[in-house]
């Protein structure tokens, strides 16, 4: 197969798309990160949580299209409230290694209550014929979903970032991201707004859930794990602790993971999973606070 | 080292555990085996240096692909792996040699991994040892020519009987021990309660972490050698997550800094296991095994975060003081209303 100007904007669309996935993703984790010093194996989760309650809306409910997405949307949030309430803030206080064996623990008991309680088989997500439509462009054959993922995931992206730096409860979400201990001697309410964030990603991971369905078009319940660790590579390439960074993070890991698949000989497409920790491995010992991110000191 | 007369004991325990019981009930035994071992050496580097990590599947999969490949029988391998390149075809090490070799190439790749992450703190370690796995896997899955990728390597000479298994126990257990109670054990401990703290003594911190890494990878290797030489047939996914997570669990239900409590976990764990299969089987409900091992895991978490010994260790003295707490709970002094 030789490799043809089209084929390789072909890759860069759906690097695109999944970087969008993976931005959506890290957005959520990153302020958790930052707040908890907690990598939210959970936040995999909710993707699929997310996915599930999209196709039973659809299919066993029968309702309509807007009305299974909100229902997503709260059903995502819902799972970060529980998570919080149910699990992290009993936490508080305890090392920072007890939060990350129960977001561990929490992912693992969504995986099989979900696999439990509906099926552990892969479903097909055929939901939205109109998503599917292909269109050409200039000889590049484009799905409508691919422009809707990444239509979506830059403007909630730049939404994010807008509001994290505007409106009063984003800026309270950024300063316990950065300094939980400042921000509550500021008067931030932590406790609410380690909530409000939890559940702000998990609305948006749950988002991400309908749209990897539409993409691929089968979920399965354990669907959600390489997902997250995959959007927390993303963060520590990007920037721990920076939003932007998080983003731009996300979108490279997309890249060079279809880019890498693309462009490579096929026999190296069993390892795209491998090449993502490659660059994390690199990034590590290049620039272990990321791309965007700020040195941490070490204070006595 | 008052354990050393009741090494006899244990093995006399073996040979009639051995001629009395059942195929199944041996099997079950050995298999606690395998887990103590995996569960002892992963508390080094996430209980005693407070590194968590999440690799120790992957481990179990070096070693247990390299031993089985090393250990299988010539005349086999020219059936089932003839793809091998030639001095591996024509090659078959003792038992003892495959495993130590495996652990051996288990370590390597722990120091390779461990050396760029462990430089830094936070909770790296988690997700760069994750990604090793994911590797491993993917490796596992797609050097088709030595593993036959998913259709798995089986007919492994059952050679992981009950006194390979517990020699190896002992082995573990002992190294962790001596370990544990010298020098380095305390700069591990240091390590754990403050970083900053224990650099400033003049301990090399990155040199220490990386040694309980490459340490706990080696017996992890080691575990997973006899894991494949016990089940005799391995595909990619026997070392998947969820052993590393069941793993992650005997260690914290039973004690993160614990040896005896590590044991603990994984017989009680594994014994659990075991007697959940059927019943996920019979009603055909799969996940049922590893929904109750997360609710356990969770709870612990919450409500006993260091596990049940913590980061003490099993004595006479404590089951004794146990004891005498649970009796006088019944005549408790009188006070007045």
Not at chain 1, 60 to 87: D, F, K, Q, R
Request: aromatic letters at 10%; glycine letters at 10%; zero cysteines.
């Amino acid at each position: 197969m030789s490799i043809t100007a089209e084929y390789v904007v072909i890759q860069v669309i759906n690097g695109l798309v999944i970087g969008s996935v993976y931005a959506l993703l890290a957005l959520g984790m990153n302020t958790v990160y930052g707040m908890l010093k907690l990598i939210n194996f959970a936040h995999g989760s909710v993707v699929m949580v997310g996915a599930y309650v999209f196709l039973l809306a659809m299919l066993n409910l029968g309702s309509v299209t807007p009305i299974a997405l909100v229902a997503t949307l709260v059903a995502g949030g819902l799972v970060g409230y529980v998570l919080e309430l149910a699990a992290y803030r009993r936490l508080r206080g305890k090392p920072e290694v007890s939060l990350l064996i129960t977001s561990l623990g929490a992912y693992i008991f969504i995986e099989n209550f979900v696999r439990v309680t509906l099926t552990s088989q892969p479903r097909p997500f055929l939901v939205i014929p109109e998503l599917n439509i292909l269109f050409d462009v200039y000889g590049i054959t484009i799905r409508v979903v691919d422009i809707v993922v990444i239509l979506s995931g830059i403007a909630i992206s730049a939404a994010f970032v807008i509001y994290s730096k505007r409106a009063k409860s984003g800026i309270a979400i950024k300063a316990t991201a950065e300094n939980i201990r400042a921000a509550s001697l500021v008067g931030v309410n932590v406790d609410r707004i380690i909530v409000l964030a939890l559940v702000l990603g998990s609305v948006i991971a749950g988002f991400t859930g309908f749209v990897w369905g539409v993409k691929f078009g089968q979920i399965d319940p354990g669907m959600g794990f390489i997902l997250g660790v995959k959007a927390f590579v993303a963060i520590v390439v990007g920037g721990i602790g920076s939003i932007p960074g998080a983003v731009l993070g996300g979108y490279i890991i997309g890249l060079a993971e279809m880019l890498s698949v693309g462009l490579l000989p096929p026999v190296y497409g069993g390892y795209r999973d491998g090449i993502v920790f490659f660059i994390l491995i690199i990034a590590l010992l290049v620039r272990p606070y990321g791309i965007l991110g700020v040195k941490e000191s070490v204070r006595v | 080292m008052a354990y050393v007369s009741a090494i006899p004991a244990l093995f006399a325990f073996l040979y009639i555990a051995n001629i009395s019981l059942g195929p199944y009930e041996v099997f079950m035994m050995n298999l606690i085996g395998v887990y103590i071992i995996a569960t002892v050496s992963l508390s080094l580097t996430n209980g005693y240096a407070g590194q968590f990590s999440l690799g120790h599947a992957g481990f179990m999969s070096i070693g247990g692909y390299i031993a089985t490949i090393l250990s299988f029988p010539v005349a086999r391998k020219a059936l089932l792996l003839s793809d091998l390149p030639p001095f591996l075809l024509h090659l078959e090490l003792p038992f003892l040699a495959s495993l130590l070799i495996g652990g051996a190439v288990a370590a390597l790749v722990a120091a390779g991994v461990g050396l760029p992450v462990l430089r830094l703190r936070g909770h790296y370690l988690a997700v760069a040892t994750l990604g090793m796995m994911v590797v491993v896997g993917a490796l596992a899955t797609n050097l088709i020519q030595f593993t036959r990728g998913p259709l798995g390597i089986n007919g492994i000479p059952p050679y992981a009987d009950s006194y390979w298994i517990y020699t190896w126990v002992i082995v573990t257990i002992f190294v962790m021990q001596r370990i544990v109670e010298t020098k380095y054990g305390r700069s591990l401990k240091a390590i754990r309660e403050d970083e900053l703290a224990a650099a400033s003594f003049g301990i090399n911190v990155t040199r220490m972490k990386l040694f309980s890494f490459v340490v706990g990878a080696f017996f992890a290797g080691i575990a997973g050698g006899l894991f494949a030489h016990l089940i005799t047939a391995i595909v990619p996914w026997t070392y998947s997550f969820v052993l590393t997570f069941d793993i992650v669990t005997m260690l914290i239900v039973g004690g993160m800094a614990s040896i005896s409590g590590s044991v603990i976990g994984a017989a009680s764990l594994t014994i659990l296991k075991q007697a959940l299969k059927p019943v996920e089987e019979g009603l055909r409900i799969y996940g049922i095994v590893q929904l109750v091992i997360a609710v356990i895991l969770i709870i612990t978490m919450i409500k006993r975060p260091d596990g049940l010994l913590g980061h003490r260790e099993l004595s006479l003295d404590m089951v004794m003081s146990l004891i005498r707490r649970h009796r006088s709970r019944g005549q408790l002094p009188i006070s007045s209303p």
